[in-house]
Nanobody, 123 residues
Framework: VQLQASGGGLVQAGDSLRVSCAAS???????IGWFRQAPGKEREFVAV???????YYTDSVKGRFTISRDNSKNTVSLQMNNLQPGDTAVYYC???????????????????WGQGTLVTVSS
């Protein structure tokens, strides 16, 4: 499986942005998640489409970010609303067919990773 993230850019605080992850191969039953890494910080979990059945989010983005997937196009998108400077980071998508519920927020649970797309939010 190869993942290609796209859609990053420079926006102002309060703006919206949509990043997408295109997957090669069948991923309809896989878990596909988004992680982000801000400058000088460790990579952190953002959201996941868990086996295409449930969505989970980190607390700081709940109510602002929405993850969705289109299995016909093998894409997973992250709609980000009311962006804040603290959301500035490189956003990575990751996928695996073996993620278990207790591990969906852990990097080690994901086998495949995209290259990342930079989101910069100015104040």
């Amino acid at each position: 499986v190869q993942l290609q993230a796209s859609g990053g850019g420079l926006v102002q605080a309060g703006d919206s942005l949509r990043v997408s992850c295109a997957a090669s191969g069948g991923t309809s039953s896989s878990s596909i998640g988004w992680f982000r890494q801000a400058p000088g910080k460790e990579r952190e979990f953002v959201a996941v489409s868990f086996r295409g059945q449930r969505e989970y989010y980190t607390d700081s983005v709940k109510g602002r970010f929405t993850i969705s997937r289109d299995n016909s196009k093998n894409t997973v998108s992250l709609q980000m609303n009311n962006l804040q400077p603290g959301d500035t980071a490189v956003y990575y998508c990751a996928a695996s067919s073996t993620v278990i519920l207790s591990e969906y927020s852990k990097e080690r649970a994901y086998r495949y990773w995209g290259q990342g797309t930079l989101v910069t939010v100015s104040s």
